[in-house]
């Protein structure tokens, strides 16, 4: 992606319907440039097989991920604040 008017290494991001087609590309993307991810999509097993392609091919980066479902009722673990 390589933002060059906005350094994204070590922001958190959240991506939706990561899973597969464009939100795994962004979330692939985002990865690259060293940001965190909050990913979340409705197919879990899904979801589960793309965060494990990305932590193989960017170890350095923080990953959860939940459903779709879900990412509303998540409590706020101090981690995931929205970074300005």
């Known amino acids: 992606m390589d933002i ?3 350094n994204i290494k ?3 991001i959240v991506v939706t319907g990561a899973s597969k087609g464009m939100g795994k590309a962004i979330a692939a993307a985002f990865a690259a440039d060293g940001a ?3 990913l979340c999509a409705r197919n879990a097993a899904q979801l589960n097989k793309t965060v494990a392609e990305l932590q193989l091919q960017y170890p350095e ?3 959860k991920s939940t459903t779709a479902r879900s990412i509303c009722k998540r409590p706020n673990d101090g981690f ?3 970074d300005k």
Do not use: E, R, T
């Open 4 to 6: 060059q008017h906005n």
């Open 10 to 12: 070590g922001k958190n």
């Open 36 to 38: 965190h991810l909050f």
């Open 61 to 63: 980066v923080v990953i």
């Open 80 to 82: 995931w604040q929205m």
